[in-house]
């Protein structure tokens, strides 16, 4: 049974870009399979770095009860500080977000971000067994247990809990006891992406970037990052071609790399978990 809320509006916010068209795309489909569901009355979505923005989101919300999912990877200074204030909503002087706040003739319920949901754990686990079994070199392709596992972010000074949903579900891959080992890696924090050999316990190494889309950071700035010249990547993304190719002989390793997180199909129902927590009971069909 799932649960429908026909007496609200859900608002799907990303980031957005300036620079890459294709930064909006997983929050835009995820917004349009939840319309063809049927769940909310209306489905909008809006973006910090992009038409229709944030701040005016609210006036194209024909419902008073509204539920706002982030579309990040992990709680951070976009998600608690950003997002809230181009909603309006009041961060209290001890920097508490209170989640369900009146905006004008608005109830808001601003729900926790998809990227913090258990189940993105078992996500970037599949990101990873999948694209070595796709691609193997030769007929036996490493198993879990003989590959090392890294979960790349970008990572930043700005807020300390950027970095938290990520290692958690490294804590929770490493628990699982599948791979042979599981790394935290970052764009700009230690341990960096650049040190995956000194990190690396196996010659088979897998990186899952956890991002909502693939943009520059994933198609261009952790391919460099890995080892992968820099030439050779920018040719590779002139041309319209992937910018990876897997697996890829990098530093005495294979080195298979995934695409970003964030247009996995199964991300509506996490979107859906996260309106249940903050809505109680709702209709069922």
Same mark, same amino acid.
């Given at each position: 049974m799932t649960a429908t809320y026909p007496d609200a509006t859900l608002v799907l916010v990303g980031h957005g870009s300036t620079l890459n068209a294709e930064s909006a795309l997983p929050t835009l489909r995820h917004a349009d399979e939840l319309r063809r569901r049927g769940a909310f009355a209306q489905v909008l979505a809006c973006f910090w770095k992009e =038409? /229709?923005? +944030?701040?005016? !989101?609210? *006036?194209?919300?024909?419902l008073p009860r509204v539920f706002v999912v982030p579309i990040f990877v992990g709680e951070g200074y976009f998600t608690e500080q950003v997002v809230p204030r181009e909603l309006g909503l009041n961060i209290g002087s001890d920097q508490v977000l209170e989640r369900v706040q009146t905006v004008g003739s608005h109830r !808001?319920?601003?729900?926790?971000p998809i990227g913090t949901h258990d189940s993105m754990t078992a996500i970037v686990e599949q990101r990873?067994? =999948? +694209?070595v079994r796709r691609n $193997? &070199?030769?007929?036996? /392709? /490493? !198993? $879990?247990?003989?590959?090392?596992l890294f979960?790349?972010?970008?990572?930043?000074?700005?807020? &300390?809990?950027? *970095? *938290?949903?990520? =290692?958690r579900h490294v804590e929770r891959l490493r628990a699982a006891n599948r791979f042979h080992d599981v790394h935290a890696v970052f764009m700009e924090e230690d341990p960096r992406i650049a040190d995956w050999d000194r990190l690396a316990?196996?010659?088979?190494?897998?990186v899952v970037p956890f991002f909502v889309s693939d943009g520059l950071h994933s198609h261009e700035d952790i391919p460099v990052l890995l080892g992968e010249s820099a030439s050779v990547v920018r040719a590779r993304m002139n041309a319209g071609e992937p910018t990876w190719q897997n697996p890829t002989r990098l530093r005495d390793r294979r080195v298979w790399y995934t695409r970003s997180i964030g247009d996995e199909p199964h991300i509506p129902d996490v979107i859906l978990e996260r309106v249940a927590e903050l809505a109680g009971p709702g209709s069922m069909q």
């Open positions: =038409e /229709p923005s +944030i701040a005016a !989101v609210l *006036r194209s919300a024909w !808001v319920h601003y729900c926790a990873a067994t =999948e +694209i $193997p &070199e030769g007929t036996a /392709p /490493p !198993v $879990p247990s003989e590959t090392s979960v790349a972010g970008h990572g930043t000074g700005k807020n &300390e809990n950027s *970095r *938290r949903a990520i =290692e316990r196996t010659d088979n190494v897998v």
